[in-house]
């Protein structure tokens, strides 16, 4: 499974656009990438997944560019209630176990 | 659907105990996960079934950690002889077996071995 990098930590303020990026420089054809988000005490919540270029859903948007080797997730207008801890994660198209790095944590302040 | 469900939220045991948890997935999913999570790390996979089939377990667990998932429904996760390097969340998590499935997590149990 690919290995994924992420940064540990982010900031932001409410209203703002948040970006977090993913290396997975050893994705592999048939594998594709989720983000799920985790508050404390919570377990982790799927968010958004893809494949290639760019996915949209009501919480979040997904870029992924043609070589597969990054993805950002992209937040739009964060508030409070965003605060929370990102995970990207690459899986293969049959399921199976998923590796969970150790995230972005997310702070927004008012 | 009322989502994943773990019991107990809270285990409070001894050094030396054994302790049981239990998770009932999302009822029409085929396929059920562990992990475990302590403070400031992800989850770190343990084991997961297909059905009643478990088709993997990680080598990082002991053979103190055994998992069961009869008629593939519910599953039991046990703990003997913890110590208290086991205190950590344990996490269960259901999905659909098919192409990109999505898990679908409970709120976890969270253990403390003193």
């Known amino acids: 499974l690919a290995k994924t990098t992420q940064p540990i930590s982010m900031d932001s303020y409410e209203g703002q656009e948040v970006n977090i990026t993913c290396s997975h420089n050893n994705i592999a054809t048939n594998d594709y990438i989720t983000w799920y988000q985790q508050f404390p005490s919570q377990g982790p919540r799927f968010i958004i997944q893809?494949?290639?270029t760019k996915v949209t859903n009501e919480v979040a948007s997904l870029f992924i560019p043609a070589d597969r080797k990054s993805s950002t997730l992209s937040l739009p207008r964060v508030s409070l209630s965003d605060t929370a801890v990102y995970y990207c994660l690459v899986g293969t198209d049959q399921g199976g176990k998923l590796i969970f790095g150790q995230g972005t944590e997310l702070s927004v302040k008012p | 659907d009322t989502g994943v469900s773990q019991d107990p939220r809270h285990k409070i045991t001894k050094r030396g105990q054994n302790v049981t948890f239990r998770c009932d997935p999302i009822s029409e999913h085929n396929r059920l996960y562990w992990y475990r999570q302590t403070l400031g790390q992800g989850p770190e996979f343990l084991t997961y079934f297909q059905n009643e089939a478990q088709l993997e377990k990680s080598r990082l667990l002991s053979d103190r950690f055994s998992a069961e998932r009869p008629k593939g429904s519910f599953s039991t996760l046990e703990i003997q002889r913890t110590e208290q390097g086991d205190s950590a969340m344990y996490l269960c998590a259901s999905s659909f077996e098919g192409f990109r499935e999505k898990l679908f997590f409970g709120s976890g149990t969270q253990l403390s071995v003193l």
């Open positions: 893809g494949y290639k």
